[in-house]
């Protein structure tokens, strides 16, 4: 069983940056598609950033143009840079991979922006 876990949360000033890191416990390559949703309070969990296996990348119009998503197959991670962060950006943010049909989901990491 494939585990996903998430670092890098905290809490940052708006216009800072965070790097959040999605570590998984095996290879990553047999995964289509792996990204990253998040959930503020009071709110759905909404789609952020995401990118399949051949690197093509999708992003949530609300972080283009400020949020970076990428994968390092080698080290079995998924970092999203996230730059000129604002308190919009506040939530608990969750890794995920697809393996088929399956979806995997990592534990979540609580990032808060002060305005």
């Known amino acids: 069983q494939v585990q996903l876990v998430e670092s890098g949360g905290g809490l940052v000033q708006a216009g800072g940056s965070l790097r959040l890191s999605c570590a998984a416990s095996?290879?990553?390559?047999?995964?289509?598609?792996m990204g990253w949703y998040r959930q503020a309070p009071g709110k759905q969990r909404e789609l952020v950033a995401g990118?399949?296996?051949?690197?093509?990348?999708i992003y949530a119009d609300s972080v283009k143009g400020r949020f970076t998503i990428s994968r390092d197959n080698a080290k079995n991670t998924v970092y999203l840079q996230m730059n000129s962060l604002k308190a919009e950006d506040t939530g608990v943010y969750y890794c995920?991979?697809?393996?088929?049909?399956?979806?995997?989901w990592g534990q979540g990491t609580q990032v808060t922006v002060s305005s």
């Open positions: 995920y991979a697809d393996f088929g049909p399956m979806r995997i």
């Open positions: 095996g290879s990553i390559v047999r995964f289509s598609t």
């Open positions: 990118i399949t296996s051949g690197g093509t990348t």
